[in-house]
């Protein structure tokens, strides 16, 4: 689903990432992990393209991202969903139409769009909430709607920075129980946290940069399990 070869993202002098090789397969929850300034940032940045690599190749799906150009950036997009730490949301609009924004942009017909926000919603566990503005949700509450705006699509893929950066840990973990149901249901999941408990609870596999480099790539726990199983 995710293919890096020998990446690397330079700004003047900081080597951001410093040829980073990673496969990532379709319907794998991966853990990015690393000290602050390590990249990870910088690594789903160039997924989304946000930014673009200094050298070295991006393939998402069939979708050569180092190469393509920024005329079909939204292209790109639709295909992925994207969380983000502060949630960003639409204050004055409710998590209804959050949710439903960018399919009213793409000219989608209402009852598709009733079908589709109310099914992302009642997924996220938020249907009762729907008609709520962000302000009138908790922190989990209003990420929970910019995970039901990330998968509302259907994506086959979903990058999250730090989804959980500004929450508490049990409302974190249950954002993270949340992703990991995403997954289960095929879609690859890609979230950076520097959230070490849940990364040792969570036994998903976890690939940790520093300074820009791979410098561990390990689990899931589950296969390790097969593994000793086979063993048997
Ligand atoms: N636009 C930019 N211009 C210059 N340097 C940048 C830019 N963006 C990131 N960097 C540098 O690249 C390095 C990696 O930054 P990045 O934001 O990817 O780290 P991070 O792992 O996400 O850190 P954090 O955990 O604090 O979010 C850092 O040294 C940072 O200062
Ligand atoms: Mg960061």
């Known amino acids: 689903m995710i293919k890096l070869k020998n990446v690397t993202k330079q700004y003047g002098k900081i ?23 390590a990249g990870k940032s910088t690594l789903m940045k160039l997924l989304y393209r946000e930014e673009r690599p200094s050298s070295g190749n991006i393939i998402i799906g069939n979708i050569d991202v180092s190469s393509l150009s920024d005329a079909k950036i939204p292209y790109l997009r639709r295909r992925m969903g994207i969380v983000f730490q502060d949630f960003k949301l639409l204050p004055n609009k409710s998590a209804f139409e959050n949710v439903a ?29 729907a008609f709520n503005l962000p302000s009138e949700l908790s922190g989990g509450e209003q990420q929970r709607v ?37 997954a289960e249901r095929g879609t690859t999941v890609l979230v950076s ?12 596999r976890t690939i940790t940069l520093d300074k820009g480099q ?13 593994f000793a199983q086979l063993r048997r």
């Open 15 to 37: 080597k951001a990432l410093d040829d980073i090789n990673l496969d990532i397969k379709s319907g794998e929850m991966a853990l990015l992990v690393g000290s602050s300034g």
């Open 101 to 129: 924004y960018a399919l009213r942009g793409l000219g989608a017909e209402e009852y598709e769009i009733q079908k589709r926000v109310s099914g992302a919603l009642k997924l996220v566990g938020l249907l009762e909430r």
């Open 146 to 182: 910019g995970i039901a705006r990330a998968i509302v699509q259907g994506p086959p893929l979903v990058i999250a920075d730090e989804p959980t950066g500004n929450l508490d840990p049990a409302t974190s973990l249950e954002i993270f129980n949340l992703l990991s149901r995403i």
């Open 193 to 204: 946290t520097h959230n070490q408990h849940i990364v040792e609870s969570f036994g998903k």
């Open 214 to 226: 791979v410098v561990s790539d390990i689990g899931p726990t589950t296969n390790n399990h097969n």
